[in-house]
C-alpha cells in the first residue's frame, strides 16, 4: 500500500525573547521579557519531531522568531545546519534587521533557502517607534540585497503614524524593495 505524503507542514521556533531594540509598539511586549532563551532540551525535542515530518510531507518551512532571533544565532544555526539535510525544507526569520551584516557568513551558506523578513517602518515613523535604529536597519538591508538575499520589508503602520504613511512609504522606496514590501496596519 502505497503511503501518500502531505503537503506542507510549518514550524515557528521562538528562539529567545530578548531583543536589542525593545520598540514601542512591540506585540511581543504582552510576555514579560527576561531574556529567555529556548532550552537545549526544547532544541532537541523539535528536531526530532521534524526530522520524523520530514519524511511525510511534501515540504517543511521552519521560521524562527523572538523578540531578536539572531540573539540567538547558535540555536538556529544548529538547527538549520541539521535540517537543511532535507531537500524539502525552507527556513524563515522574522528580524528587526540590526544583525544580518554580522551573520552573512551564515545567510550566504543557505542563501537559497532563507527568507528574511527585515520590519522596517519607513522614517519618520521607525524611528519614532524603534529607538532611531532606521540607519542600522537601512544598511542592513542594502547588506541583505548587496548579498542577494531571498529578502521581504514588512512595515508597521500604527494609527496615529497615518499622517506619515506617504512620506514613510517613499523612504522605504529608496531602499528599492518594493516588490516585497508589506504594509500591517495595527490597531493598538
Not at 524562527?64 to 526569520?93: A, Q, R
Not at 522596517?120 to 548579498?147: L, Q
Amino acid at each position: 500500500m502505497e503511503r501518500r505524503v502531505k503537503d506542507t507542514l510549518h514550524f515557528e521556533i521562538n528562539v529567545t525573547d530578548s531583543c536589542n531594540l525593545k520598540c514601542k509598539y512591540c506585540s511581543e511586549l504582552i510576555r514579560n521579557r527576561e531574556n529567555l532563551y529556548i532550552s537545549a532540551e526544547a532544541v532537541e525535542a523539535y528536531l526530532k519531531y521534524m526530522t520524523q515530518k520530514a519524511v511525510e510531507y511534501n515540504k517543511l518551512d521552519i521560521n524562527y522568531f523572538g523578540g531578536e532571533p539572531m540573539l540567538n544565532m547558535p540555536v538556529i544555526e544548529y538547527v538549520t545546519d541539521v535540517m537543511s539535510k532535507f531537500d524539502n525544507v525552507d527556513f524563515n526569520i522574522i528580524t528587526n534587521g540590526t544583525l544580518i551584516e554580522s551573520n552573512t557568513a551564515f545567510f550566504d551558506k543557505y542563501r537559497d533557502r532563507f527568507n528574511i523578513q527585515i520590519s522596517y517602518d519607513g522614517n519618520p515613523n521607525h524611528d519614532a517607534k524603534r529607538n532611531n535604529s532606521s540607519e542600522i536597519v537601512k544598511r542592513n538591508i542594502i547588506c541583505a540585497k548587496e548579498h542577494k538575499y531571498n529578502i521581504n520589508v514588512h512595515s508597521v503602520i500604527c494609527p496615529e503614524d497615518f499622517k506619515h504613511f506617504y512620506e514613510a512609504y517613499l523612504d522605504i522606496s529608496t531602499l528599492d524593495v518594493n516588490d516585497s514590501v508589506g504594509f500591517v496596519v495595527e490597531f493598538a
